[in-house]
């Protein structure tokens, strides 16, 4: 239950360690950021969808953002 939203695991993630080790955000973001590692020569990322106990709407829609608008982009 690592992932689980509001677990004590998940108290550590704030905004900066989130920028710093991760990719979220817009889909135009995003976007940019998986760009330039594809620039640095890098084939292959682990994603992650968002953490059990988010709403059900928030994780479709967040599904749909990376499925419609980032991954084609990187093809």
Known sequence: RHFRHGSPQSTPL???VIDTFGIAGP???CTE???ELVALGITKVFVMGGGF????ETQRA????????V???LR
Do not use: F, I, N
């Not at 106990?53 to 059900?56: H, K």
């Not at 967040?62 to 608008?69: F, G, I, K, W």
């Open 53 to 56: 106990g988010l709403d059900q």
């Open 71 to 73: 991954l084609p982009t």
């Open 62 to 69: 967040s599904r749909r953002a990376l499925t419609d608008e």
């Open 14 to 16: 704030t905004d900066a």
């Open 33 to 35: 950021r998986l760009l």
């Open 27 to 29: 889909p135009a973001y």
